[in-house]
């Protein structure tokens, strides 16, 4: 039933893709370094869905960044590599944070 839940509410465009939400982030320690709405030491995911709204490959791109970490882009703090986060999970992650609003 959770998972036809959270279908349905996705249709209405109201949360993210099953089986990738904040607890996901949580887990995974997304959310040490980042929350929704607001920096924190990252940027907010609104933040970055803003950004790459429009750009087909983004969620590969940040999929990728996720597990093997990056810089330059959101200022001289370096995001560290995740590599405990598995290829799928990145993927669930990255479709969630693009869709923060």
């Not at 949360?15 to 904040?22: H, K, M, R, S």
């Not at 920096?39 to 970055?48: H, I, T, Y």
Request: some cysteine; hydrophobic content about 50%; overall charge positive.
């Amino acid at each position: 039933m959770k998972r036809l839940l959270s279908f349905a509410v996705l249709g209405l465009g109201l949360a993210a893709p099953a089986f990738a939400d904040l607890a996901l982030a949580t887990s995974k320690n997304c959310m040490s370094c980042h929350a929704v709405d607001r920096k924190v030491l990252g940027p907010a995911f609104k933040d970055v869905a803003a950004k790459y709204k429009g750009n087909a490959g983004a969620a590969d791109m940040l999929a990728a960044k996720i597990i093997k970490g990056g810089s330059g882009v959101w200022g001289p703090v370096p995001m560290p590599a995740n590599t405990q986060v598995s290829e799928a999970d990145a993927k669930k992650l990255a479709a969630w944070v693009l869709l923060a609003r």
